[in-house]
């Protein structure tokens, strides 16, 4: 399944109801969706703050094969910033520093199972992937 | 869906989806707390680490007045990832 959305803010809404649309036709188990919701506005949203074209439209691909959810966001107008090679942060020393940010990548990291990272000629692609907990039919 | 309430002067209720398109809502009330408050999070549904962020920056604000924000009622999800930033380190649960 695929959904296109313009890459701001304001696409939050039609990205969590394209995962919704996701979990009812792959009937995927609630905890997976959470996490995935997570990890999908995270990287999303650093899209948004991190690459230039704001407004353009960015590719979601979500995909299910062999009980493992694959999700890849394309941006086509990005800089080439690989967020899998972030330093971890180190979660206790920013919450006793009262930090307001820094957790997105974070969050993406333990709640998905994978996450890769491409970019070629202004454009990136970031893959998420989750092994299915449990389905619910 | 996401929605905020002050109720009284010491309680927010959250409900709904808390992500990074509500934070600017969510300040609206978040900015007049000036007393120890608890967020009632029983009808949160899901937050990001922009909800965490904006929940972390009043609880500091508070914090340098003297108060403190004490959450209640987070469902297991909401828990998970307060739990996997640790936030269970500086906010009180009941």
Do not use: W
């Not at chain 2, 508070?62 to 990832?81: C, F, P, R, T």
Request: proline share 1%; aromatic share 8%; net charge negative.
């Amino acid at each position: 399944m695929q959904l296109t959305a313009p890459k701001r803010l304001e696409s939050l809404d039609a990205v969590f109801s394209f995962l919704t649309d996701c979990q009812n036709h792959y009937k995927i188990d609630g905890d997976s969706v959470y996490a995935l919701s997570i990890a999908v506005e995270e990287v999303f949203t650093n899209l948004i703050k991190y690459s230039p074209g704001k407004g353009v439209d960015v590719t979601i691909n979500f995909e299910l094969k062999e009980s493992t959810i694959s999700v890849q966001l394309i941006d086509y107008e990005a800089v080439n910033f690989d967020l899998t090679k972030l330093d971890t942060p180190d979660m206790e020393q920013l919450a006793l520093n009262g930090s307001a940010g820094g957790r997105g990548i974070y969050l993406v990291k333990q709640l998905m199972d994978a996450v890769s990272y491409r970019y070629h000629e202004g454009t990136s692609e970031i893959t998420l992937l989750l092994k299915v907990r449990k389905e619910y039919v | 869906m996401f929605d905020i309430k002050l109720v009284g002067d010491d309680k927010v209720l959250l409900e709904g989806r808390f992500d990074a398109s509500r934070t600017a809502l969510a300040n609206t009330i978040l900015d007049k707390l000036a007393v120890t408050t608890t967020i009632d999070m029983s009808r949160l549904e899901y937050i990001s680490s922009a909800g965490l962020g904006a929940l972390i920056a009043a609880r500091q604000r508070l914090a340098g007045q003297g108060g403190k924000l004490v959450i209640s009622g987070a469902n297991h999800h909401v828990m998970h990832v307060m739990k996997l930033a640790r936030l269970d380190l500086i906010f009180e649960f009941m």
